[in-house]
């Protein structure tokens, strides 16, 4: 059973470029949610994919959108970079269900400059 | 909304010493609670949940009861260890908008242990 993994570990962007953060999900969970960590801050839930759809949004603005693939992989896009946006971005893939377990991924270290 | 609300740090300890860490939430209806802890460059780890009130979450040593009352779910050790030395995270799970079952964090608590 393979867990969570994130790509890249890390990355450094220019504010107003875009970025692609990706994840795969662990073995059979068909469901993956977004969190951005800010420093010295817990995460802040971003978004959730369940096959293929999103189903539930924090408080984000649009130009955070994201996909999720037949084979339960992940993207996370970010447009327009601004330098607030620099964070560890956390993915977490689960089964649909309230006291399932969520296994997180190790994160990708954005900064913006 | 919902909300979490634990004990600020960092706690520095010495091995062998009692532990709490403190956190309360804020939230409708009746959530499931838990709590995360973060190694250094690592990702979250999930170290015990609760799904319902007077629950005890246990796990390598620590625990925490999911108190209904007081809205209350208290993390407790008796005696930690150096390797304990990470960031602690208490959350709880509710569903969100649309149908997503999103967790809300705490903002974290630092525990280091001295030798």
């Known amino acids: 059973e393979t867990g969570v993994t994130q790509s890249p570990t890390h990355l450094i962007k220019t504010r107003g470029q875009q970025v692609t953060l990706r994840c795969s999900s662990q073995?059979?969970?068909?469901?993956v949610s977004w969190y951005q960590q800010a420093l010295g801050q817990g995460p802040q839930f971003i978004f959730q994919?369940?096959?293929?759809?999103?189903?539930g949004r924090g408080n984000f603005p649009p130009r955070f959108s994201g996909l999720q693939f037949p084979n339960y992989s992940s993207e996370l896009n970010v447009n327009a970079l601004e330098l607030d946006d620099s964070a560890l971005y956390l993915c977490a893939s689960s089964f649909p269900d309230r006291d399932t377990e969520a296994f997180f991924g190790q994160g990708t270290r954005l900064t913006v400059v | 909304g919902n909300s979490v609300t634990q004990m600020e740090g960092p706690v520095t300890l010495s091995e062998e010493a009692f532990l709490t860490i403190n956190c309360t939430y804020t939230a409708t209806g009746y959530p499931s609670l838990f709590w995360y802890v973060q190694y250094p460059g690592e990702g979250l780890q999930l170290l015990l949940k609760a799904t319902k009130a007077d629950d005890k979450g246990s796990n390598k040593g620590f625990e925490a009861t999911y108190r209904k009352e007081t809205t209350s779910f208290h993390l407790e050790k008796g005696s930690v260890q150096v390797s304990d030395s990470a960031v602690y995270f208490c959350?709880?799970?509710?569903?969100?908008?649309?149908?997503?079952?999103?967790?809300?964090f705490g903002s974290g608590t630092q525990l280091t242990v001295l030798p």
């Open positions: 959350a709880l799970s509710r569903i969100s908008s649309g149908s997503a079952r999103q967790l809300t």
């Open positions: 994919y369940y096959r293929e759809e999103e189903n």
């Open positions: 073995s059979g969970h068909n469901t």
